[in-house]
């Protein structure tokens, strides 16, 4: 049952200021030390803590770079790539926000990417050749919200099927006027 | 031959048909109770006083279910491929005798009939899996003719062996032949032999991966429905009962028994019972096995066949012939045959991948791991 | 649809293209393997998912908190209780709500349990794969008691809606504690039953060991995790390494296997059941007394922010990712499904195998279409 809007602070979503919560434990205040010291070599990236998770905002042009170094540094090592998430924020900001959650297994600790799209075309590299984990997950983002992946070809859609227009996942698919019959 | 001989035969072969499909109504029954329990729970309990009426159900039910034909099948070769596996399985039971004086056709050449004729329903798995237009239904099919030939040889050279104990191919005399031993006594290998090269012809668990093909449906029968797979049922279970039926007239005796005080048609009755009963506890073994065993690869299985069972087969042949040649006493083949018998299952077991489970997986404790952890974080 | 035309190396053939399709009797859900087999070797493998794909994340957006824990629970349809406590655990911990005691330790006793329910249908389901019937009856038997249990704690066998937002729904009854002793002593004896019946058959080791070997790293670098990734080698389990809820309470072992093939796969869940009835011994004899939820508004409005909580679920690293913009209703909820990452294996794990091997390396891998296609 789709839910009317019932509620008016729903109905416009401004932009509230986050809430600033460092709750970080050991392993995440070393990581958060050891990120602070290398992410020089890595202009325009911004460091933050969300919570528990540290989080590094980058361009989208250095991801591949980023995520190699992240992988095979040795102090770093994040072997694991855990999730692909997209948030769509295309109404306030306009922008697609890639949030790539990657945990080290060997160093037991984790982190989070932030790499924010321009909505009209959101293009990233992928990472297909650093985590081969990334396969799937960047086949969703792209049947779900359109993202487009560089260094890849494009596969037949993952989730739905051959023929579907429109992206789904996008705030601006009317999924409550949807209707197949 | 004139009339009355005519009747008098196509009556007493009707009168054989309708005992084989009796039988295998019960058969089906009893492999659903069996297995249930097996299982820890009740069969089919339902139609009539403890389920005795539910083969009929099903009977019924496949009668009236709709036979589908594929649209790109093969409209003769489909519709044959039943009769084509059902029809020697039924032919085999012209000249097995059930009791003393109750056969159709007792021929001397008894065995070597039921060897030949029975290898014929090979050819009705392969027109099914050809015939239903289905690529699971041909990779069942030709599996299955790979499996049920080469199952064949140890099938047939257990039973050579049991001809030339006895000296005969007549199934009467081979019977009259163990009054005093069995001749599972006599040749525990070749016994061993039989059965599973029976359980391989047959296409029964553990040798069911021919028709196990998505691991439930299939294989050559997945295109049939209705009337046309009751009779691919039909033949299953009559083989099963073969199999079983030779097994006890070849190597448990058939219908002799220690004690026989009645004599003329009691006797008969008597000797039939207990010949039936005999076959029951065969059957039940059969049964025992399918609920307990996963089944093998086909390539496992086509390995075992020709590594272990066909040289056995031979083994067992050239034993029991030189003990014959050599006029020895009987004794020495069940010695040394039980000595193969031993070496056989001490290959079997040499080339098991059992071991200590410990082996390949360990327990390691939480606390290790978070002592592991602490420490990583206070350095 | 293009036919895959490849020549083999070993003859002038054409591969054969069989096709495992949406419905199949494995029963994995709704799924499909496209299969290029050379006789009996398989060549190329294309797996097809999104039968299942209901959109679960969208309708999320437009619902109040409270009300997406019904929605988690059909996602991993055999292990609710573990999605429902993954995604309390997120909005809690965006909140900051402090669950009492009391609930956190019918948490775990629930969501262990859970673990082991869901690791009997995995054993029935696997016998059945590999052509043995009588698995799946004792492994059901077993399953339909812990479900008994459910059903007096939560009211449902299956979509329990039972874990909330701060902790429980409400008490347990009276005996429950009796019971879950009971439960557990049947289980013990259960789960040595089902071992003796199948894990050193020697028919069922010809058929997994050595089939579908995958090593270490290349489990991990594919994004496998829980059961399949520990019995090749690595050593991580959520609940120690990553401590949610009171797990760090207990002591319990950590199944690990060394090959990486079906066998280990199949063994390491069976020992994970051993190790989850001990830490519900343990759980049991320490519950205290107290709420069972924390005071949390009807309405819950978080404030603005993102949180990601990994748990462990029966099938792996279960990941809970939300975002707030500090209305009624999430701005997005993603889920981290375990059997999405796992299921993306398979390509690799089937490589020169043959094709009666496909279900059983599909079986070992345990995946539940519910969450993979969300």
């Not at chain 2, 056969?103 to 008894?110: E, F, Q, R, S, T």
């Not at chain 3, 009854?173 to 039953?193: A, M, Q, S, T, Y």
């Not at chain 3, 922010?305 to 993603?334: A, I, M, Q």
């Amino acid at each position: 049952m789709p839910m009317k809007e019932s509620s008016s602070i729903s109905s416009k979503r401004e932009i509230k200021a986050p809430i600033v919560r460092e709750d970080l434990d050991q392993a995440g205040e070393n990581l958060h030390k050891i990120l602070k010291e290398s992410i020089s070599d890595f202009p325009g990236s911004e460091i933050s803590v969300s919570i528990d998770m540290v989080t590094v905002k980058i361009d989208s042009v250095q991801l591949a770079k980023i995520c190699e170094f992240l992988k095979y540094t040795e102090k770093f090592g994040f072997d694991y790539l855990s999730c692909i998430t997209v948030v769509d924020y295309e109404k306030d900001q306009e922008i697609f926000e890639m949030i790539y959650h990657l945990i080290s297994i060997r160093l037991h600790h984790k982190m989070a990417i932030k790499v924010p799209l321009p909505s009209n075309d959101p293009t990233v590299p992928s990472v297909l050749g650093v985590w081969k984990s990334a396969d799937w997950f960047e086949r969703e983002a792209h049947d779900l919200f359109g993202i487009k992946f560089e260094g890849r070809e494009n596969l037949p859609p993952l989730l739905l099927y051959e023929g579907f227009e429109g992206y789904p996942g996008r705030k601006s698919y009317p999924f409550h006027d949807y209707g197949e019959w | 031959m004139n009339m009355p001989e005519i009747v008098g035969l196509f009556f007493k072969a009707s009168l054989l048909l309708f005992f084989i499909l009796m039988v295998v109504l019960i058969l089906t029954l009893a492999e659903r109770k069996a297995l249930a329990r097996i299982q820890q729970r009740k069969g089919p309990n339902r139609v009539g006083f403890k389920g005795i009426l539910q083969p009929f159900a099903d009977a019924l039910k496949l009668l009236t279910k709709e036979d589908i034909l594929p649209a790109s099948a093969n409209k003769q070769i489909f519709w044959v491929a039943p009769l084509a596996v059902f029809l020697p399985g039924f032919l085999i039971w012209v000249t097995i005798p059930l009791a003393k004086e109750v056969v159709l056709a007792n021929l001397d050449m008894g065995l070597f009939y039921i060897t030949a004729i029975s290898v014929l329903s090979v050819m009705g798995l392969l027109m099914a899996g050809w015939g239903s237009a289905n690529k699971w239904a041909m990779i069942g099919g030709l599996r299955a003719a790979g499996q049920l030939i080469s199952y064949e040889i140890p099938f047939i050279m257990a039973i050579l062996a049991i001809g030339i104990l006895a000296q005969s191919f007549n199934l009467k005399e081979i019977v009259d032949d163990q009054a005093q031993w069995p001749f599972a006594i006599k040749q525990p290998l070749g016994l061993f032999i039989f059965l599973t090269a029976g359980l391989a012809e047959l296409g029964r668990t553990p040798f069911d991966i021919h028709h196990a093909e998505s691991e439930v449906v299939g294989g050559p029968f997945v295109e049939y429905s209705g009337a046309h797979w009751s009779v691919f049922y039909l033949a299953e279970y009559m083989n099963t009962f073969t199999i079983a039926v030779l097994t006890v007239l070849l190597f448990l005796g058939g219908w002799q028994s220690p004690v026989l005080p009645f004599s003329g048609t009691v006797q008969t009755v008597a000797s039939l019972s207990w010949f039936l009963i005999k076959t029951a506890l065969v059957i039940w073994v059969i049964f025992w096995i399918r609920g307990t065993y996963p089944r093998l690869r086909i390539d496992q299985l086509m390995s075992f066949g020709w590594k272990i069972l066909v040289p056995a087969s031979f083994i067992n042949i050239f034993l029991t012939a030189s003990v014959l040649y050599y006029a020895l006493p009987h004794w020495v083949i069940t010695v040394v045959s039980l000595g193969f018998l031993g070496a056989t299952f001490y290959f079997i077991k040499k080339g098991s991948l059992a071991g200590n489970k410990q082996d390949t997986v360990t327990i390691i404790n939480s606390s290790d791991i978070r002592a592991q952890l602490s420490n990583k974080a206070e350095v | 649809m293009q036919v895959h035309q490849q020549v083999s190396e070993y003859s002038d053939a054409i591969d054969l293209m069989v096709n495992m399709g949406p419905q199949h009797p494995s029963t994995h859900g709704v799924f499909r393997l496209v299969i290029w087999v050379d006789g009996e070797r398989i060549v190329k493998v294309e797996p097809h998912i999104g039968y299942l794909h209901r959109g679960s994340e969208k309708i999320c957006e437009s619902e109040q908190y409270s009300q997406i824990v019904t929605l988690f629970d059909r996602l991993d349809y055999v292990g609710n209780l573990n999605n429902e406590l993954a995604f309390c655990l997120a909005v809690e911990k965006l909140t900051e709500t402090v669950v009492p005691e009391r609930a956190e330790y019918i948490r775990v006793i629930l969501c262990e349990l859970n673990r082991i329910a869901s690791h009997m249908l995995f054993y029935g389901v696997y016998g059945l794969d590999v052509g043995a019937t009588t698995p799946m009856l004792y492994g059901f038997r077993e399953r339909e008691r812990v479900q008994e249990l459910f059903e007096s704690v939560t009211g449902a066998r299956m979509m329990h809606n039972y874990i909330r937002i701060g902790g429980v729904k409400e008490d347990v009854p009276d005996d429950f504690d009796k019971n879950v002793l009971i439960l557990l002593d049947h289980l013990k004896r259960g789960v040595d039953e089902c071992d003796r019946l199948l894990s050193q058959n020697e028919m069922f080791l010809a058929r997994t060991k050595g089939v579908g070997i995958i090593t270490g790293e290349d489990a991990l670098d594919y994004g496998v995790t829980g059961p399949a990734l520990r019995a090749s080698g690595v050593i991580e389990d959520v609940r120690v390494t990553d401590p949610y809820s009171i797990y760090s309470r207990f002591d319990f072992g950590i199944p690990v296997g060394s090959n990486g093939d079906c066998w280990d796969r199949y063994y390491v869940r069976v020992e994970e059941m051993r190790e989850s009835i001990k830490i519900v011994e343990q759980a049991i004899s320490d519950i205290p007394d107290g709420d069972i939820s924390a005071k949390v508004r009807r309405i819950i409005r978080p404030p603005v922010g993102e949180v990601f909580v990994r748990t462990e679920s029966p099938r792996g690293d279960l990941g809970v990712f939300l975002v707030s913009d500090g209305s009624d209703k999430p701005y997005r909820v993603k889920v981290r499904p375990p059997s999405f990452a796992n299921l993306q294996a398979l390509e690799y794990m089937l490589e020169d195998t043959y094709i009666a091997d496909a279900v059983l390396v599909l079986g070992s891998i345990d995946i539940i279409m519910g969450e993979v296609d969300r």
